[in-house]
């Protein structure tokens, strides 16, 4: 159900659209990705021969991931793709 005006459904249907707004509080997030495909900042760096700073830097390009609000991770696959096709971003 997208966004609801609950002030104009017709009365009768204000519990029913109110029940299905809380039913999606309930609905878990998708885990954060983790697992052997995911790189640290540093596991990158070495990669690329940069320092960490270039890597933060340059997430968006790489790949980054964040897997919560202070961990960044990269998918190994973007950043093959970015060794392939060079460093001059």
Do not use: C
């Not at 980054?64 to 973007?78: A, E, M, P």
């Amino acid at each position: 159900m997208p966004n609801v005006d609950l002030d104009a459904l017709p009365i009768e249907r204000v519990p029913a659209a109110i029940a299905q707004l809380a039913a999606r509080l309930l609905i878990t997030p998708a885990p954060a990705p983790t697992g052997p495909d995911l790189l640290t900042v540093e596991e990158v760096a070495q990669l690329l021969k940069v320092g960490p700073r270039y890597v933060y830097r340059h997430q968006k390009v790489l790949g980054g991931v964040r897997v919560s609000d202070r961990k960044l991770r990269f998918r190994r696959s973007v950043v093959r793709r970015y060794l392939k096709g060079g460093k001059d971003e």
